[in-house]
């Protein structure tokens, strides 16, 4: 693969990463203790800060929500497909990439076909939920298979 395409490839991933973390502001200390900030506030609607080594929570709101992981597994999908194809490679759309996925996706048909290349553009940059089907498909042969 062309080192301007992996370097493209990594900062999408990058960028997707980013936009997934939420902004944290410490709001001023209260008249109350003028030495202790009050805590951080997060405008994401849940959130976890977990120290690694001891499991301690050190901050949580919503923690025990069910939340969708969303576009993180975009980034593991791509991931995977870098680790175990080539970017020249044939993927073909099969009618459960196509009706199975819903939210956003670049329209494609059943039986249409794609490099994996082109593939992870969709999924990278225009968040296709079909072509991260498709390309989960291509690599495992299956949904169950790559998930597993």
């Not at 410490?26 to 120290?51: C, H, L, R, T």
């Not at 196509?98 to 996706?105: A, L, M, P, R």
Request: include cysteine; proline fraction near 3%.
């Amino acid at each position: 693969m062309k080192i301007q395409n992996r370097l493209l490839i990594l900062i999408c991933i990058f960028v997707m990463v980013l936009s997934c973390i939420p902004q944290v502001s410490f709001a001023k200390a209260s008249k109350k203790n003028q030495y202790w900030p009050d805590g951080p506030q997060i405008q994401s609607s849940a959130g976890i800060v977990m120290e690694a080594e001891t499991g301690t929570i050190l901050y949580e709101k919503n923690s025990n929500d069910p939340h969708y992981p969303a576009s993180i597994t975009k980034i593991l999908t791509t991931l995977l497909a870098l680790e175990n194809s080539k970017m020249d490679e044939v993927v073909t759309f099969s009618r459960d990439s196509v009706y199975k996925t819903e939210g956003s996706g670049i329209a494609r048909d059943v039986g249409e076909e794609m490099t994996m290349e082109q593939c992870l553009y969709g999924v990278m940059l225009a968040s296709a939920n079909e072509c991260a089907y498709a390309v989960a498909e291509h690599v495992a042969g299956d949904i169950g298979t790559f998930i597993q």
